[in-house]
């Protein structure tokens, strides 16, 4: 579903983000991505949403090359790819509900459709209770399932996760996993970047280590760090 | 666009416009200054453009003829001057009726005259109006070498003046409205950034939704268009109610200024200076979404 071929990306003033990154990930697949701070991790992520473009290189999505996608069509590309970040990014002066039923504005949905999928996603997340509270009035957890909730209720084929647990407690960061497991099991390809070492060692899915912005290894049922 | 979207961008609109209420107002006052400013420019420069036509128009070439013109010659000099190019009006002025009107004008001293009826010593003379004052005096010139011409006046110098003056009242009054609306774009841009700069977040989260450009910028349009309303028509109210007010106390205790009352005059001005909100407005909102969305 996701190719990358020999893709360098440079940013402006000389930084090399990624070096020469060939991968494929497939249709249904759990990805974690790792490696230190800067190895490259967000820029690869970036690149398959179109918010930045390869240097070199080519990226293809769903079969369409994202590389030479024309800009007015980038946002029916992200309509299919939900995103979750390490701050959450809600909006603070909509509600829970009003924050997800935003995904669906966005792409044009009727008050009928948003009316029938957001309670069924904020069922989904376990935050059917509480739709009509502002995000400010919620702990770190909840905040973070209410953006899982945004990001799936378009029904997007892809999920890219930036650190979600970044600013988590471990055991909310579980019940978090927990939710991206039950995503996937419906068919939802996940990439995660993340620092949670122990996360990766106990969900045993495929691990792309990044450092110094090339692919150090690609395991099918990895760990956090390589094991000789 | 979809149909379905509209309650959204309204919705929208309203809501950043009351979140931000002071900058909303502060907007609004914005546009209403500067088009008041542009308003009471544009209806100076209506005023000294209606003198100056009115000036235009009273200007006329005096054709005095010589004592021993017959009447055929007369005539055929008649025929000769309504067949120019330019000249709009002719009309002969005899020399009895040249001595009524300065009896009139000379009004409780007419006893001078007396006496002068049966040895009138003025000249026949024709008045010639022509189209535009540009006109006079190429005309004049050409009239001075008829024959039977005495003497060609047409208040030598005032005209060249007058000609200078209008040219000057157009040009400045261009100027100012040029200036004004540039200067009221900006500041439009500048409240309007503000607004999208405290809704960056929301554009970001709108981005990485998949919403397209039009989507994130409607509702920004809108309400700039809605803010340059506002404040244009507040700056409508008080410039059409300060000048009717003015043009009424003028009339009371300066009765010879004659300031331009025709609503038919007026009332596109007025009309103008809404459409120049509306459009500033958009104008402003554009300019200041446009660099968010290419970041």
Known sequence: MIHFYNVTKIYPGGIKALTDVTLHIQKGEFVFLVGPSGAGKSTL?????????????????????????RPREVPYLRRKIGMVFQDFRLLPQKTVFENVAFAMEVTGASG?????????????????????????????????????????????????????????????????????LDINRRG????????????????????????????????????????? | M????????????FQS?????????????????SLLILGSSLLLVLNASNVAANLEASVEI????????????????????????????????TKQRALEEMKKNLGDNKDILAGLEEK???????????????????????????????????????VENLMTFSRWVRTAGMVTMVLLGVAAVF???TTIRLSVFARRREIGVMKFLGATNWFIRFPFLLEGMFLGLAGSLLAVIVVYYGYFSLIGSIQVSLPFMQLVSDRRLIMPLMEGLLIMGLVIGAAGSMISVHRFLKA
């Open chain 1, 45 to 69: 992520t970036k690149l398959i949403y179109r918010e930045e473009l390869p240097t070199r290189g080519q990226v293809l999505f769903n079969g369409k090359n994202v590389t030479r996608m």
């Open chain 1, 112 to 180: 009928r459709e948003i009316k029938k999928s957001v309670p069924r996603v904020l069922d989904m997340v376990g935050l059917a209770s509480k739709a009509g509270v502002f995000p400010g009035h919620l702990s770190g957890g909840e905040q973070q399932r209410v953006s899982i909730a945004r990001a799936i209720v378009n029904n997007p084929v892809l999920i890219i996760a930036d650190e979600p647990t970044g600013n988590l407690d471990p055991e909310t960061s579980w019940e978090l996993m927990k939710l991206f």
């Open chain 1, 188 to 228: 939802t390809t996940i990439i995660m970047a993340t620092h949670a070492q122990d996360i990766v060692d106990a969900m045993k899915k495929r691990v792309i280590e990044l450092a110094g912005g090339r692919v150090v290894r690609d395991e099918k049922e990895g760990t956090y760090r390589y094991e000789a």
């Open chain 2, 2 to 13: 979809r149909l379905r979207n509209v309650y959204y961008y309204i919705r929208e609109a």
């Open chain 2, 17 to 33: 416009i009351l979140r931000n209420s002071w900058l909303s107002v502060a907007s609004v006052g914005v546009v209403a200054v």
């Open chain 2, 62 to 93: 005096s054709l005095f003829l010589k004592d021993n013109t017959t009447p055929a010659q007369i005539k055929n000099l008649e025929d000769r001057l309504k067949n120019t190019p330019g000249v709009v009006q002719v009309e002969f002025v």
């Open chain 2, 120 to 158: 009138n010593p003025l000249p026949d003379a024709f008045r010639i109006k022509t189209q535009s004052v540009d006109q006079v005096v190429p005309l004049a010139q050409q009239l001075e070498g008829l024959e039977q011409v005495e003497q060609v006046r047409y208040g030598q110098g005032v």
């Open chain 2, 187 to 189: 500041l439009i841009a």
